[in-house]
């Protein structure tokens, strides 16, 4: 087996038995839900950069900029969910950034299909999160 055959940011020699079937088990959910036309979706932005890669989306925040509309505790539950994702999906070092219009992810690695996949998967599930209904 090729040594640049990774799951999830790990060697597949590495795996033990039952990572591999969960890896296995994974990888058909994801052909199985992913349309033939695009592995990436039009809402979010993926970008390579010197240092890794950003990946981000615009939410609509009802006229208020994130970076006034969230505190810095928000930021820190963020970031405390991105950081137990991160641990599952070998994206160990991401970093969660408000910008005005938008959340971005900064990884500081080159991610693999799998792990864009899962992260726009993340990102939708921060939408339901930081639902601009739910601001006091």
Same mark, same amino acid.
């Given at each position: 087996?090729?040594?640049?055959?990774?799951?999830?940011?790990?060697?597949?020699? !590495?795996?033990?038995? $039952?990572?591999? #079937?969960? =890896?296995?088990?994974?990888? /058909?959910?994801?052909? *199985?839900?992913?349309? @033939?036309?695009?592995?990436?979706?039009?809402?979010?932005?993926?970008?390579?950069?010197?240092?890794?890669?950003?990946?981000?989306?615009?939410?609509?925040?009802?006229?208020?900029?994130?970076?006034?509309?969230?505190?810095?505790?928000?930021?820190? !539950?963020?970031?405390? $969910?991105?950081? #137990?994702? =991160?641990?599952?999906?070998? /994206?160990?070092?991401? *970093?969660?950034?408000? @910008?005005?219009?938008?959340?971005?992810?900064?990884?500081?690695?080159?991610?693999?299909?799998?792990?864009?996949?899962?992260?726009?998967?993340?990102?939708?599930?921060?939408?339901?999160?930081?639902?601009?209904?739910?601001?006091?």
């Amino acid at each position: 087996m090729s040594k640049n055959r990774m799951w999830m940011g790990r060697p597949i020699e !590495e795996l033990d038995r $039952r990572e591999l #079937e969960a =890896a296995l088990e994974a990888a /058909l959910d994801l052909l *199985r839900s992913v349309p @033939s036309a695009s592995l990436v979706r039009s809402d979010v932005e993926v970008r390579e950069t010197g240092s890794g890669t950003v990946m981000g989306r615009t939410f609509r925040w009802a006229f208020i900029p994130a970076d006034h509309l969230w505190s810095e505790e928000d930021r820190r !539950e963020v970031q405390s $969910r991105l950081d #137990e994702f =991160a641990v599952r999906h070998g /994206l160990q070092g991401a *970093r969660v950034r408000f @910008s005005p219009d938008r959340l971005d992810v900064e990884v500081p690695r080159r991610l693999q299909v799998e792990q864009v996949i899962a992260l726009q998967e993340w990102l939708d599930s921060e939408r339901e999160a930081l639902d601009v209904s739910q601001v006091p």
